[in-house]
C-alpha cells in the first residue's frame, strides 16, 4: 500500500528556515496534487500550499513570500522550505497527495505529521 513519510520538522528560532520533506513509496502508478496543511493546538487544519503535476503552485496569504513548495516527480517527494518562520508557524505540518495505485483510481493520502516550533 502507499504511505507517506514526513521529515524536517523541530525546533527554529524566529527568522530562521526549515524545510520540510514528504516521500511517497509503495505500488505507485502516478500521482497527480501533492500539498501541505498544517494544524496548531486548538485550531482548525488549514491549507498552507499544494502543487499540481505540472507545477502549478497555491499559497495560504500568511506564508506568501516566506513558503515555497516544490516536487521531485522522479522521488515522489515534496518540499516545503519556510523562511522567515514566525511564532504563529508553530503548528504539526502533514503532506497531502493524491495518488494512483495498482488497480485503483486516484485516492487521497497523508503523513504522519511533523512538529515545527518556533520560539526564541
Do not use: H
Not at 497531502?96 to 485516492?107: F, P, R, V
Amino acid at each position: 500500500q502507499v504511505q507517506l513519510v514526513e521529515s524536517g520538522g523541530g525546533l527554529v528560532q524566529p527568522g530562521g528556515s526549515l524545510r520540510l520533506s514528504c516521500a511517497a513509496s509503495g505500488s505507485i502508478f502516478s500521482i497527480n496534487a501533492m500539498g501541505w496543511y498544517r494544524q496548531a493546538p486548538g485550531k482548525q487544519r488549514e491549507l498552507v500550499a499544494a502543487i499540481t503535476n505540472d507545477g502549478s503552485t497555491n499559497y495560504a496569504d500568511s506564508v506568501k513570500g516566506r513558503f515555497t513548495i516544490s516536487r521531485d516527480n522522479a522521488k515522489n517527494t515534496v518540499y516545503l522550505q519556510m523562511n522567515s518562520l514566525k511564532p504563529e508557524d508553530t503548528a504539526v505540518y502533514y503532506c497531502n497527495a493524491e495518488i494512483a495505485s495498482l488497480g485503483s483510481w486516484y485516492n487521497d493520502y497523508w503523513g504522519q505529521g511533523t512538529q515545527v516550533t518556533v520560539s526564541s
